[in-house]
């Protein structure tokens, strides 16, 4: 590895106002997490943005939002469905647009079922992508158009290579891959789906975006890198071998004001700045 990555965070609008400092710095990639709410469209956050863009002046790092997802399947069958969630996804897009951010992470549709009875259900799996495509082909088009990257995040998904498989049919450079390390780490432990450094491997030059979280292998819990067992050398150690430089973002549930610290013991670790 020439260098060691400098890893960004997602953060609401307070801890980035608390982290200022350390953000700016280096420049740290952002992910903004206050934009996710599904219940909130596109005007009802106006003051929020505007706040953004002051908070955010003359930092030149590359910065995002995640998007809403509670409830919101991107392979609904339902076409009333679908237009729910592609509404969604605009509005959150729309709001892309007025902060400058240039990705926006949504969630996968697959799981553990789903994967398990492809098989035994044969018209599911051209089913699912088919419905997949008719939900996202006005918001990969609005996503281009504003230069926004859709990053794909694994969720309930056992099977890495459904992920890239849909990306690929949409064949655009503003839709790619993300990888949730604890989520992998849940998924490999709960249901014996393949290591976090293997999700890596397969992405590989679709991967656009990693969320950095520890985890027990039991269930999602977004804790500091080195509070869990996900085996932090082999996932930097992938990283650095893959052929693309995915946003690395720390995304833990708590004690935000402890980055600086967290990331400390990773850089004396020689993996991370």
């Not at 809403?68 to 076409?79: I, V």
């Not at 605009?90 to 799981?111: Q, W, Y």
């Not at 393949?194 to 656009?208: C, N, R």
Request: proline residues 6%.
């Amino acid at each position: 590895m020439s260098s060691l990555p400098i890893l960004g965070a997602a953060l609401r609008y307070d801890d980035v106002v608390s982290l200022k400092d350390w953000i700016f710095e280096k420049n740290r990639t952002l992910e903004l997490q206050d934009f996710s709410p599904v219940d909130i469209l596109d005007d009802d956050q106006d003051d929020l943005i505007d706040a953004y863009k002051t908070l955010l002046d003359g930092f030149t790092g590359l910065y995002g939002i995640h998007g809403p997802f509670l409830g919101l399947n991107l392979a609904a069958s339902d076409k009333l469905v679908q237009n729910v969630v592609t509404v969604r996804l605009l509005d959150a897009l729309n709001k892309c647009e007025r902060l400058g951010a240039t990705h926006m992470v949504i969630h996968s549709p697959f799981s553990a079922w789903l994967s398990l009875n492809f098989v035994n259900f044969s018209f599911m799996r051209p089913s699912l992508f088919e419905a997949a495509a008719e939900t996202l082909a006005p918001v990969i088009k609005r996503a281009e158009e504003i230069g926004c990257c859709l990053m794909l995040e694994n969720i309930e998904d056992t099977d890495p290579t459904l992920r890239n498989d849909l990306v690929e049919e949409f064949n655009s450079p503003m839709f790619q891959v993300s990888i949730d390390t604890g989520h992998a780490h849940m998924a490999n432990g709960s249901f014996n789906a393949p290591p976090v450094p293997d999700f890596i491997t397969v992405a590989g030059s679709l991967l656009g975006h990693v969320h950095l979280q520890d985890a027990d292998g039991y269930a999602d819990r977004h804790w500091h890198p080195g509070e869990g067992n996900i085996p932090w050398g082999a996932v930097f150690k992938t990283l650095a071998e893959i052929p693309a430089a995915p946003r690395l973002i720390l995304e833990v549930r708590d004690r935000q004001h402890l980055l600086p610290q967290t990331v400390a013991r990773l850089e004396a670790l020689g993996l991370a700045q």
